[in-house]
């Protein structure tokens, strides 16, 4: 079945550092791809996606590329901020059709320290 | 205007009591989701409605029972709620196959 995995976190990072999440998916088909984030209390949000090989997705200075070759969606940004603190989800759509949801990553915690 | 909401945010209960959460979402999709996220953060579906019909059940215990009384609604109920049902419960809807989900903001069930 699908799969998504995940680098483990937490990940620590200081303020401005050059930030990558890796990400790497098992699917067959041609699924879509996305980065959720998500804030302490709060849900998931959409933070960007890529829906065929080679897109780009980007958002509020994050950016990830679908990669086929090597079934990868790696997060990055170049400037972290203190706010940028929380918990990032990859995930992809389902292969077998619009009703399976989106199968995700066990989740990276990014701390960002001043 | 909240797209998808659930009621309620928290929800403290002792073992072997039957409660509910209620979702809604005013986005007009089609399918919507419950999930299930541990202390650890990680999340697995639980249910999927698409128009009112059950899609997947991903080997869920049958005490969790999904009501759609609508497109619009998809309620979850809890039977007889044990120690390992403490965890954040999300609601999702989404409009159509390789698109995005639009999550609650979740609600935290603690069993005591």
């Known amino acids: 079945g699908d799969s998504v995995t995940q680098m483990e976190g937490p990940v620590t990072l200081s303020e401005e550092a050059f930030l990558t999440i890796n990400c790497t998916y098992t699917?067959?088909?041609?699924?879509?791809l996305f980065w959720y984030v998500q804030y302490p209390g709060e849900g998931l949000q959409l933070l960007l996606k890529?829906?065929?090989?080679?897109d780009k997705g980007s958002n509020k200075g994050f950016e990830a590329t679908y990669r086929k070759e090597t079934t990868s969606f790696h997060l990055e940004k170049g400037s972290v901020q203190v706010s940028d603190s929380a918990v990032y989800f990859c995930?992809?759509?389902?292969?077998?059709?619009?009703?399976?949801?989106?199968?995700f990553g066990k989740g990276t915690h990014l701390i960002i320290q001043p | 205007d909240t797209a998808v909401s659930q009621t309620p945010k928290y929800l403290v209960t002792q073992m072997g009591n039957d409660k509910s959460i209620k979702c809604e979402q005013n986005?007009?999709?089609?399918?919507m989701y419950w999930y299930k996220q541990d202390s650890k953060k990680f999340l697995k579906i639980m249910f999927s409605?698409?128009?009112?019909?059950?899609?997947i059940n991903e080997t869920v215990p049958n005490r969790f029972s999904p009501k759609s009384p609508d497109k619009a609604h998809l309620n979850l109920h809890i039977n007889s709620l044990e120690l390992g049902d403490s965890a954040v419960y999300f609601c999702?809807?989404?409009?159509?196959?390789?698109?995005?989900?639009?999550f609650g903001n979740g609600t935290r069930l603690t069993v005591t």
């Open positions: 995930a992809l759509s389902g292969s077998g059709g619009g009703a399976d949801g989106l199968t």
């Open positions: 699917a067959t088909g041609y699924p879509s």
């Open positions: 890529a829906t065929k090989a080679d």
């Open positions: 986005l007009g999709h089609d399918t």
């Open positions: 409605y698409n128009n009112k019909e059950l899609i």
């Open positions: 999702a809807s989404h409009p159509g196959p390789n698109s995005p989900l639009h």
